[in-house]
């Protein structure tokens, strides 16, 4: 089993949908957990860290599901410029590197 | 701030060939890493570094080398390259403290190794 697993993709969504992204992790001594998105040809960037209680960050919204080790990220009201492929990030040290990333989902918003 | 600066940005090799890319940092982070991207695949951890003088292997660092001489910089060399090494490159950075402590990274270098 991969450690960090992701929905497989891509998504085509209209513009305005909501569209949730799932991604489940293996090693249960995670402690850090975080989304990013890469756009073709490009480097990932940070869209937002996952903490405990769950995060927004305008339509952004993460949670995280530490006795499912789960975690979803929802994005409303979809955009154009949303397009992208969405990576799913765990690390497994309180410091330090170990950071596995997810094969990443696929997001076309189409107008 | 610049961030995190790779170098080159394309690069074709021929088998056998050697060469560095270069990685430079100028946020202070701690910790430097490199990655390297294969389609259908995650990002893949080749080598890291938690302060000068110090690295370690990541999961695929085989043909790869590092050295970490000062805070700032952080190159790669391909000792001898190879067909398989054909990848993005991306160097990363992050502080040493704070859970939550996320990689920034650069633009990436693109290899193409015939």
């Known amino acids: 089993r991969k450690e960090v697993e992701q929905d497989p993709g891509p998504f085509n969504v209209p513009e305005g949908a909501t569209v949730a992204f799932n991604c489940t992790y293996s090693?249960?001594?995670?402690?850090?957990f975080f989304w990013y998105r890469q756009d073709c040809r490009k480097e990932p960037k940070l869209l937002m860290s996952?903490?405990?209680s769950g995060n927004e960050d305008g339509r952004f919204t993460a949670q995280l599901n530490r006795a499912s080790q789960y975690i979803s990220l929802l994005i409303r009201d979809s955009k154009l410029s949303d397009s992208a492929t969405y990576l799913c990030?765990?690390?497994?040290?309180?410091?330090?590197?170990?950071?596995?990333f997810g094969p990443g989902t696929r997001l076309s918003v189409l107008p | 701030n610049a961030g995190v600066t790779q170098t080159p940005k394309f690069q074709v090799l021929k088998t056998g060939q050697s060469m560095t890319l270069q990685c430079a940092q100028d946020?202070?982070?701690?910790?430097m890493s490199w990655y390297r991207q294969d389609p259908g695949m995650g990002l893949r951890l080749i080598h890291y570094?938690?302060?000068?003088?110090?690295?370690d292997q990541g999961e695929v660092p085989n043909g790869y080398n590092v050295s970490r001489s000062t805070t700032e910089d952080f190159p790669l060399r391909l000792l001898s390259a190879a067909p398989s090494q054909t990848s993005v490159y991306f160097c990363a950075s992050n502080r040493a403290t704070g859970k939550h402590s996320p990689l920034h990274f650069g633009n990436g270098t693109r290899l193409t190794v015939t």
């Open positions: 570094s938690v302060g000068a003088g110090i690295t």
């Open positions: 946020m202070n982070h701690e910790y």
């Open positions: 990030v765990v690390n497994s040290r309180d410091y330090g590197q170990n950071f596995v």
């Open positions: 996952v903490y405990s």
């Open positions: 090693n249960s001594a995670s402690q850090s």
